[in-house]
């Protein structure tokens, strides 16, 4: 086999096993949760944090507060759209 050959498909390779590394190894959600971590100076148990939509928002809920926070799609992850939500009392 040629060296071309084998370069060629150790890229094809990679690139189609990337995003099955990336979800066995959790590194979306490692990445996010360092971005959260940077973003309001915490520790990564001071914090929980859900999807809100399918637009890519999530939900941070920090000790007294909540951001509705959007991470960028390049790496580094980053936090690219911070906004803090009004908390609304429930009678439930």
Do not use: W
């Not at 959790?26 to 520790?43: D, G, H, T, W």
């Amino acid at each position: 086999m040629s060296t071309l050959f084998i370069f060629a498909f150790g890229i094809f390779f990679g690139v189609a096993v990337q995003p099955k590394v990336n979800t066995l190894f959790a590194l979306e959600y490692r990445s996010q949760v360092k971005a959260i971590c940077q973003k309001f100076n915490c520790e990564k148990n001071e914090f929980t944090y859900y999807v809100e939509d399918n637009d890519g928002y999530y939900i941070v809920s920090l000790k007294d507060h909540e951001h509705r926070v959007k991470f960028s799609l390049n790496k580094p992850c980053q936090i690219v759209y911070c906004q803090e939500v009004e908390r609304v009392a429930s009678d439930y």
